[in-house]
């Protein structure tokens, strides 16, 4: 039999490659641990910024091949974000749409998430995006799509499929987390994820459901000096004397930016002694039993919005006023 020394050769690296190969199919990430391993940052990121946890999970999939792909596997990065004019971090280069174009690369996949959800929420063209709810993973889809996320023409379709094929709606839903594990089992407790992602000593267990900040507040943590109290199922501190944006925000690893954003206050305004603030993105609706607030005397649209942790925009939408409208003693102020 006459074979060529080609057909030897291309035979032993065949022969080399296969355990290889095998080794690499046995460790490959599956999408359901994938979503294991990340929907807990997904919905603290939904928490803090209004980003659905669906959308974020879905693109993390699409974007990484769950984890899997050449780019996430060598630079952790897992939402295909290109370097840009602005980005100061490490870098690498990998053709996609052009050949080696440049891509974010990260210290770590928590890292990616981030960056992510700052993109997002510092990137003008995505700011019509948050005019929709958090759980409408839809619109959000096309939203990502019109603003010029993606190049590839189906790229809203494809997040829709993979949110509803894997149930990741249920991420959106209040107690997310414990209702997705329900149906697909893995972790399910959002208070262990925040206490391990801030450093923070848990020393009492949130309640579920809206509070009433009139009448109690229950502190579910201590961090740093403050504690954190909960309120319509957002996270919140009492400013302290001299107390600003920008300290609360490196006590709790947020910008000052988005602290400010967080609590509808203008660029530059700091907080008074005591006064609530808010470390996550408020709520668009009450989410207790109440449907109307009650005005008191001198009482504002800005002091509405944060006594029940709904977005200011919320409240101005469900009332039809606008945030400068004074409010008399008395008035009914829809809150869901």
Known sequence: MNISRK?????????????????QRATRQTL?????????????????????ASITMAQGILESDSGNSWLSLHSNN?????????????KVYYDDDAKGE????????????RDHAEFLDTQPRYDSLFAYAHDDYRSWARGLKAAGYATAPDYAQRLIRIIEE??????D?????????????????????????????????????GIDPDNYRVTINAHNGYN????????????????TYEHIGKQFRLSARNLRKFNDVKRGDQPMTG????????????EGNAQMHIAREGETVYAVSQSYAIRMRSIEKLNRISADTPLEKGQQIRIR
């Open 228 to 243: 954190v109290y909960v309120n319509n199922g957002v996270h919140y501190v009492l400013a302290k004397e001299n107390d």
């Open 173 to 209: 839903r209040t107690d997310g987390l414990r209702l997705y594990a329900s149906r697909h089992g893995g972790a399910s407790d959002p208070e262990t994820w925040f206490a391990e992602q801030s450093s923070v000593e848990q020393v009492a267990e949130a309640v579920t459901g």
């Open 7 to 23: 057909a030897i050769l291309a035979l032993i690296i065949l022969l080399a490659a296969a355990p290889l190969a095998a080794q």
């Open 102 to 113: 440049c891509f974010r690369a990260y210290p770590s996949v928590e890292a990616s998430y």
């Open 78 to 90: 897992h939402f295909g974000i290109k370097c840009k004019r602005d980005w100061k971090g490490e």
């Open 166 to 171: 894997n149930e990741l709606y249920l991420l």
């Open 32 to 52: 359901e641990e994938y979503v294991d391993r990340y929907k807990s940052i997904a919905v603290e990121h939904m928490e803090r910024y209004g980003i659905p």
């Open 275 to 286: 006064e609530v603030v808010y470390i996550g993105r408020k709520k668009r609706r009450w």
